[in-house]
Antibody
Framework: EVQLLESGGGLVQPGGSLRLSCAAS????????MTWVRQAPGKGLEWVSG????????FYADSVKGRFTISRDNSKNTLYLQMNSLRAEDTAVYYC??????????????WGQGTLVTVSS | DIVMTQSPDSLAVSLGERATINCKSS????????????LAWYQQKPGQPPKLLIY???TRESGVPDRFSGSGSGTDFTLTISSLQAEDVAVYYC?????????FGQGTKLEIK
């Protein structure tokens, strides 16, 4: 059974940093790209960032480019999102999702339960 | 960037009736070299993460009931629920993965009439 377990969310002040983690199990982690998608309270889905199976290629939404960094540790089956210079508009539930593809960002066939990030003073 | 627009924003359908949700992309998501449409559909129930229903515009994900179907090509797509069940109440999203950044539609809220 595929499981994705996010952690690291919480309350942070504007300008602060957080590091999200996503522990994956139940599939061969090294074979698939991975993605972060967020959802602001009461709003729709917004793709944030993706990373290829090897970690060689990374992709970002314009809204987070230069502030967020996606990475993965294939030896630990874990995906990360380092979030710096956080803004109020980054407040959202952040979902980790498994891609259906290896080296490009495509559809997302498994999702974690999400972790809430709140940016507020 | 490709913009995805869904219609309607909300929809109320009687139990057992057909529900149709539309999704339009600002440019084609059909990749001519493999004839695949890079379009997926998701269902999100309150308090839950999204669930993949359809990918490649018309391929049903394993375990998804066959009352759900996807159709369309190029820029215009449709998600159809052939006979609405109570458990289908949710928000539905389309997503294009033809080009980065991938993008979602704004969502369509489906309710029981």
């Amino acid at each position: 059974e595929v499981q994705l377990l996010e952690s690291g969310g919480g309350l942070v002040q504007p300008g602060g940093s957080l590091r999200l983690s996503c522990a994956a199990s139940g599939f061969t982690f090294t074979n698939y790209a991975m993605t972060w998608v967020r959802q602001a309270p009461g709003k729709g889905l917004e793709w944030v960032s993706g990373i290829s199976s090897s970690g060689d290629s990374t992709f970002y939404a314009d809204s987070v480019k230069g502030r967020f960094t996606i990475s993965r540790d294939n030896s630990k089956n874990t995906l990360y999102l380092q979030m710096n210079s956080l803004r109020a508009e980054d407040t959202a539930v952040y979902y980790c999702a498994k891609d259906g593809c290896a080296d490009v960002i495509c559809y997302f066939d498994y999702w974690g339960q999400g972790t809430l990030v709140t940016v507020s003073s | 960037d490709i913009v995805m627009t869904q219609s309607p924003d909300s929809l109320a359908v009687s139990l057992g009736e057909r529900a149709t949700i539309n999704c339009k992309s600002s440019q084609s998501v059909l990749y001519s070299s493999n004839d695949n449409n890079y379009l997926a559909w998701y269902q999100q129930k309150p308090g839950q993460p999204p669930k993949l229903l359809i990918y490649w515009a018309s391929t049903r994900e394993s375990g998804v009931p066959d009352r759900f179907s996807g159709s369309g090509s190029g820029t215009d797509f449709t998600l159809t629920i052939s006979s609405l069940q109570a458990e289908d109440v949710a928000v539905y999203y389309c997503q294009q993965y033809y080009s980065s950044p991938c993008s979602f539609g704004q969502g369509t809220k489906l309710e029981i009439k």
